[in-house]
């Protein structure tokens, strides 16, 4: 009787090494080299588009998944641009260009955003995720299913 390899679930416990990169291949982070990642699947741990791309795959199995914007984390959205005047940021704020910048909403949820421009009155946010708009190369190796 042969032994079928496990399978992810959704819920899963796993070992794994990744990268994660922008399709033009910029690295943004990988564990290939070090030491393997625990993740638990459907904590949060990972964005949930990459979740998906691994259920179903064998400990083992080595794959690259292309995800194209709306895969990812999504399309650019203009709205999520907003001039802010240098008056209403939160006290705590060191506006830097291409530096973030945390708010808190009136119901105390925290948010972030990149500072694209800045003058003596006010910034430019993007509260688009980092990497919204672009495509993303998901590189996987599983090690084990705990």
Known sequence: MSHTPA?????SLITLYYRVATGDDVELVS?????PAVIQLGSGELAPTL???L????VGERHVFLLEPEQAFGSHNPQLVQR?????LPPTANPELHGMI???S???TKFTGVVRELDDESVLVDFNHPLAGKSVRFEVEVVGIL
């Open 31 to 35: 564990t290939f080299g070090t030491t």
């Open 84 to 88: 802010v005047g240098l008056s209403d």
């Open 51 to 53: 979740e998906q791309c």
């Open 55 to 58: 259920v179903g795959v064998t």
């Open 102 to 104: 945390e708010f808190a």
């Open 106 to 108: 009136p119901a105390g």
């Open 7 to 11: 399978t992810i679930q959704p819920d």
